[in-house]
C-alpha cells in the first residue's frame, strides 16, 4: 500500500509533464520538494542524514536515469539543491519527470526500509500532501 | 504556618518502576539516566516519554552525538511502547548533532534553550550526555565548561517547568562528576555478567526527597519495553487473621491418613518443606495437596521448576491447569531472579485468588535462578516465603535431598528453619526391596505424628500404611529386626534404673 503511494509521486510528475507542464515549472516544483524534506527531516535526523538519504537516493533512481549519478560527486553533508536543479534543466520534461520521481520514490523507499511505513508516512506527511495534492489543482486552474 | 509545596509525581509507565523510585517521578526533577552501552538507557527513556506525553504535556528528545537519529527511530519503533503517531504531535525529535559540530556546548544550549521555549515542552530528554563530556573534555576545559552546561541546563529546564533527563554513558561511577550533583534524580543502569549469565540491574542512586527503595533491582527488557521487579513490600509480615475469614483452620493434603499424622491437616498460612530423595513422590504429595484444594473449591498455584507437569504422570494436575483451578508459573526464561518468580507467583495468586501454592522443586528453582542470585538463595527464599505469607496462601515446597544415613537433614539450603512443617521421605531397604517411607518431622505449634509409615505410589496416589513396628534402625536405611525377645524393652527397663 505505502509503495503504491510512492508510485504515485512518479505518476503525478509524469502526468505533469504530458500535460504539458515546461521544464523550469517541473524543476521548481521537484527542488521545492526536496526543500520541504529537507526542512522536515533534518531537525529530527540531522543535516548530514538527509544529505547522505538524498544522496543515496540518487544514486539508486541514477541505475535507470544516468544524468543522476552526475549530481552527486563527492562526499556531500548538505543538499546541493542548486547543482541538482542545474542538473535538471539539463534533460526534457518527461526524463525529469522519470528520473526526478524516481529518485524521489526511492527516498521514500529507503525511509521506510529503514523507520518503517507508518513512520515514514508520519515525517513525510506534509512533502507528499504538497506533491500529490498540488500538481492536479494547479492543472485545473 | 510551614505550607510545603506539593510537588507532583509522575508515573513513568514502566512496569515496577514508579515503586522503586518511592511512588514515581518528582514533576519538574532533573534527572541522568546511566549506564554503559547496551544497558536500556535509551529504551528506558523512550519508554517514559511515550508514556508521559500527552498533548497538554509534551516532550522533545534531543539527540546530540549518541545513537544516530535514524537508527534510534529504527530500532525504539520495534518496542510496542513506541508510537509514531505521537511523533511530531505529543513528542518531537530533534537532532543536535551538527549544532555540537559547529559550535560546541554552547550552541547545543542555545538551541535547547530555543526549541524549549519555542515548545513548551513539559518533558525534555538529552541523550547521550557521555558525547558531551568527551568532546569539552577535547576542547581542554572540561569540568568547566560541562559543570556549567550542566548548571544552566538545570536550572533553565526547571525553570521553564520541564522535566528533564539526560542520558549518559558514564563507565566510573566513583567519579565526582559535576553532574551527579546538580540532578535531583540519578537512575543506574547494569549489567551484571556472571559465568554466561547476564542480569540486569537497575539502581537508583538518589531522588530528592523521595523514600526510594535501595539496592539493586532486576529489570528485563522484551517487546513491550522495560519491566523492573521491585521487591515485595513485605510491611512486618503481619499474620493473616484467617478466623476473621471464616475459613477452615486446616487444610487437607489429600492422602489419607497424612491429615491424621498431621494433627488434622496442615494449618491454613502455613509453609511446608517435602523434603526426599529423587523419585521419592514429593510432586505427587503436592499434586496431592493442590487437587485436594480444587476438590474444596479452592485455587491454587504451582511454579513447576521440574518437569513440565502436563505430562503423563500428573493428568491430574494437568487438568486443574487446564481447567483454571492451578495457575502455572512455569518461567523457562534465562537468568531468571527471585524477584521476578515472586512477582508471577504474586500476580497469578492475586488473579486466581489462591489459597494454595506449590513450588516444585526448590533445587529446580535455584538452577533456574541466574547464578549472580544463588549465594543469597536462603536470604531471598525468606524473603519470598514471607512475602506470599502476607498474600494468606498456605505453601508448600519441595526439596530434592540426597540421602545421608550418617546424618538426619531435612533440607540442603537450611531452609528447614524457615517453613512451618516438614514432611521428609526416604528410601528403606526391607528384605531386598526399596521401600519408602515418610515422617512428620515439625509442625509448628501443632501436635504430631511421630511416626515413620511406610507408604507406597499406585495409580491413586500416595498410600500410607503402618508403621514398621518391628523393625528399627530405619533412619539409618537398613532396618533390622527387632530382636524378637524384645532386647529394646530390656535396654529401655535397665535405662530407668
Not at chain 1, 9 to 24: C, H, K
Not at chain 2, 141 to 163: C, P, R
Not at chain 2, 393 to 411: A, G, I, K, N, Q
Request: charged share 20%; hydrophobic share 45%.
Amino acid at each position: 500500500m505505502e509503495s503504491q503511494q510512492s508510485h504515485r509521486i512518479v505518476l503525478t510528475l509524469v502526468q505533469r509533464a504530458s500535460d504539458g507542464v515546461g521544464a523550469p515549472e517541473l524543476a521548481d516544483f521537484i527542488v521545492s520538494a526536496w526543500q520541504t524534506i529537507e526542512v522536515s527531516l533534518t531537525p529530527i535526523i540531522g543535516q548530514s542524514s538527509v544529505a547522505t538519504l538524498y544522496k543515496r537516493s540518487c544514486y539508486l533512481a541514477s541505475r535507470k536515469h544516468a544524468w543522476l549519478m552526475d549530481i552527486h560527486d563527492g562526499m556531500q553533508t548538505t543538499m546541493n539543491l542548486a547543482a541538482f536543479k542545474t542538473a535538471l534543466l539539463g534533460q526534457t520534461s518527461t526524463e525529469i519527470a522519470a528520473g526526478a520521481g524516481a529518485a524521489l520514490q526511492m527516498f521514500y523507499e529507503v525511509l521506510t526500509n529503514l523507520v518503517g511505513a507508518s513512520l515514514t508516512e508520519r515525517l513525510l506527511q506534509s512533502v507528499w500532501a504538497g506533491l500529490l495534492a498540488a500538481p492536479a489543482q494547479d492543472k485545473s486552474a | 504556618m510551614n505550607n510545603p509545596v506539593t510537588i507532583n509525581h509522575l508515573s513513568t509507565g514502566v512496569p515496577g518502576l514508579d515503586d522503586v523510585l518511592g511512588g514515581g517521578l518528582p514533576e519538574f526533577s532533573f534527572n541522568l539516566l546511566a549506564g554503559p552501552p547496551g544497558c536500556g538507557k535509551t529504551t528506558l527513556a523512550h519508554q517514559m516519554m511515550f508514556a508521559l506525553a500527552t498533548p497538554q504535556r509534551s516532550a522533545i528528545y534531543f539527540t546530540v552525538l549518541g545513537e544516530p537519529p535514524l537508527k534510534m527511530l529504527r530500532y525504539q519503533q520495534q518496542f510496542e511502547f513506541f508510537d509514531d503517531k505521537a511523533i511530531n504531535q505529543t513528542v518531537h525529535f530533534v537532532s543536535l548533532s551538527d549544532d555540537m559540530v559547529a559550535g560546541g556546548l554552547k550552541q547545543v544550549l542555545r538551541r535547547i534553550v530555543d526549541e524549549v521555549e519555542g515548545r513548551s515542552p513539559a518533558l525534555v530528554f538529552v541523550d547521550s550526555f557521555r558525547s558531551v563530556m568527551q568532546s569539552s573534555a577535547a576542547e581542554g576545559k572540561m569540568f568547566l565548561d560541562l559543570q556549567h552546561f550542566v548548571q544552566q541546563l538545570g536550572m533553565l529546564m526547571t525553570s521553564w517547568q520541564a522535566t528533564t533527563f539526560l542520558i549518559g554513558e558514564y563507565f566510573n561511577e566513583a567519579d565526582a562528576n559535576p553532574v551527579f550533583t546538580v540532578a535531583d534524580g540519578l537512575i543506574w543502569l547494569r549489567q551484571s555478567v556472571q559465568r554466561n549469565s547476564m542480569v540486569r540491574k537497575l539502581e537508583v542512586r538518589k531522588m530528592r526527597g523521595q523514600p526510594t527503595l535501595p539496592g539493586l533491582h532486576t529489570f528485563r527488557i522484551d517487546a513491550a519495553g522495560m519491566h523492573v521487579f521491585a521487591p515485595a513490600a513485605v510491611p512486618g509480615a503481619v499474620p493473616v487473621d484467617f478466623a476473621a475469614t471464616g475459613a477452615a483452620a486446616r487444610l487437607g493434603m489429600g492422602i489419607d491418613r497424612l491429615d491424621e499424622m498431621l494433627g488434622g491437616g496442615l494449618p491454613r498460612g502455613y509453609s511446608m518443606l517435602v523434603a526426599g530423595p529423587s523419585g521419592s513422590g514429593k510432586s505427587i504429595l503436592a499434586a496431592a495437596f493442590l487437587a485436594e484444594g480444587a476438590r474444596c473449591g479452592e485455587t491454587g498455584v504451582i511454579a513447576a521448576f521440574e518437569q513440565v507437569p502436563s505430562l503423563a504422570h500428573s493428568p491430574i494436575l494437568a487438568e486443574l491447569i487446564d481447567t483454571g483451578r492451578v495457575g502455572l508459573v512455569n518461567n523457562r526464561a534465562p537468568d531468571l531472579s527471585i524477584d521476578e518468580i515472586l512477582l508471577l507467583l504474586v500476580s497469578e495468586v492475586r488473579r486466581l485468588k489462591a489459597t494454595r501454592v506449590v513450588i516444585d522443586s526448590l533445587s529446580g528453582f535455584e538452577l533456574a535462578l541466574a547464578p549472580t542470585f544463588r549465594p543469597d538463595f536462603r536470604e531471598n527464599l525468606s524473603r519470598m516465603i514471607a512475602a506470599l505469607a502476607t498474600e494468606g496462601v498456605t505453601m508448600l515446597m519441595t526439596s530434592e535431598l540426597e540421602d545421608r544415613y550418617t546424618d538426619l537433614r531435612f533440607s540442603p539450603y537450611g531452609t528447614a528453619f524457615m517453613t512451618d512443617a516438614i514432611i521428609v521421605q526416604r528410601y528403606i531397604e526391607v528384605d531386598s526391596r526399596l521401600l519408602r517411607m515418610m515422617a512428620v518431622v515439625k509442625l509448628r505449634g501443632s501436635a504430631h505424628s511421630d511416626e515413620l509409615r511406610l507408604f507406597s505410589i499406585n495409580d491413586h496416589g500416595i498410600q500410607i500404611s503402618e508403621m514398621l513396628t518391628d523393625q528399627e534402625g530405619l533412619l539409618g536405611g537398613r532396618p533390622t529386626r527387632k530382636n524378637p525377645r524384645g532386647l529394646v524393652s530390656e535396654r529401655v527397663g535397665n535405662l530407668r534404673e
